[in-house]
C-alpha cells in the first residue's frame, strides 16, 4: 500500500477508535459490561468494513480510474447497507447490548467518513501521473 493510503488510512481509524474508545466507556457506564463489549464489537467491524472499501476503493482508483466515482458512491451504499444489516441481525442478542452496538455503529462510520474527507481534503495527491524518461535534466 502506498505511503499515502497509509497515512489516510490510519488518518480516518485513529479517529473511529477514538470514538469507539468513549462508546465503550459511555457503554459500560449505561448498560454494563455488555455495553462495553457492543462498542468495542461496533468499533471493530466499522474499522474493518470501511479499511476494507478504502483499499478496494485506492485499488480501483489505479487500475480502473474511469470507474473511480461510481465504484466510490457503489462502495459506500454497500457499506452501508451492510452495516445496516449487522443491526438487524444483532438486534435481539444477548451477547452484547444491541443499542450501544447500533449506536456506536453510526457514530463509527461518521467518524470515519469525517476523517477520512479531512484526510482526502488535506491529502496532496497528484492528479496526473509525472512521465518518466531514461535521462535527467
Given at each position: 500500500m502506498?505511503?499515502?493510503?497509509v497515512?489516510?488510512?490510519?488518518?480516518?481509524?485513529?479517529?473511529?477508535?477514538?470514538?469507539?474508545?468513549?462508546?465503550?466507556?459511555?457503554?459500560?457506564?449505561?448498560?454494563?459490561?455488555?455495553?462495553?463489549?457492543?462498542?468495542?464489537?461496533?468499533?471493530?467491524?466499522?474499522?474493518?468494513?470501511m479499511?476494507?472499501?478504502?483499499?478496494?476503493?485506492?485499488?480501483?482508483?489505479?487500475?480502473?480510474?474511469?470507474?473511480?466515482?461510481?465504484?466510490?458512491?457503489?462502495?459506500?451504499?454497500?457499506?452501508?447497507?451492510?452495516?445496516?444489516?449487522?443491526?438487524?441481525?444483532?438486534?435481539?442478542?444477548?451477547?452484547?447490548?444491541?443499542?450501544a452496538?447500533?449506536?456506536?455503529?453510526?457514530?463509527?462510520?461518521?467518524?470515519?467518513?469525517?476523517?477520512q474527507?479531512?484526510?482526502?481534503?488535506?491529502?496532496?495527491?497528484?492528479?496526473?501521473?509525472?512521465?518518466?524518461?531514461?535521462?535527467?535534466?
Amino acid at each position: 500500500m502506498p505511503s499515502n493510503d497509509v497515512r489516510i488510512l490510519a488518518q480516518a481509524a485513529v479517529p473511529t477508535a477514538a470514538v469507539g474508545a468513549i462508546a465503550a466507556v459511555v457503554g459500560g457506564v449505561v448498560a454494563g459490561g455488555k455495553g462495553v463489549v457492543g462498542a468495542a464489537v461496533a468499533t471493530l467491524i466499522v474499522i474493518l468494513f470501511m479499511g476494507i472499501g478504502l483499499y478496494v476503493l485506492q485499488r480501483t482508483a489505479k487500475s480502473l480510474p474511469h470507474l473511480f466515482q461510481a465504484m466510490g458512491l457503489m462502495l459506500y451504499a454497500t457499506q452501508i447497507l451492510l452495516l445496516f444489516m449487522f443491526v438487524a441481525i444483532f438486534k435481539n442478542t444477548t451477547l452484547f447490548n444491541p443499542r450501544a452496538f447500533a449506536l456506536t455503529l453510526v457514530a463509527g462510520t461518521l467518524a470515519w467518513i469525517a476523517a477520512q474527507t479531512r484526510a482526502h481534503m488535506k491529502s496532496k495527491i497528484l492528479y496526473v501521473e509525472p512521465e518518466k524518461t531514461g535521462h535527467s535534466s
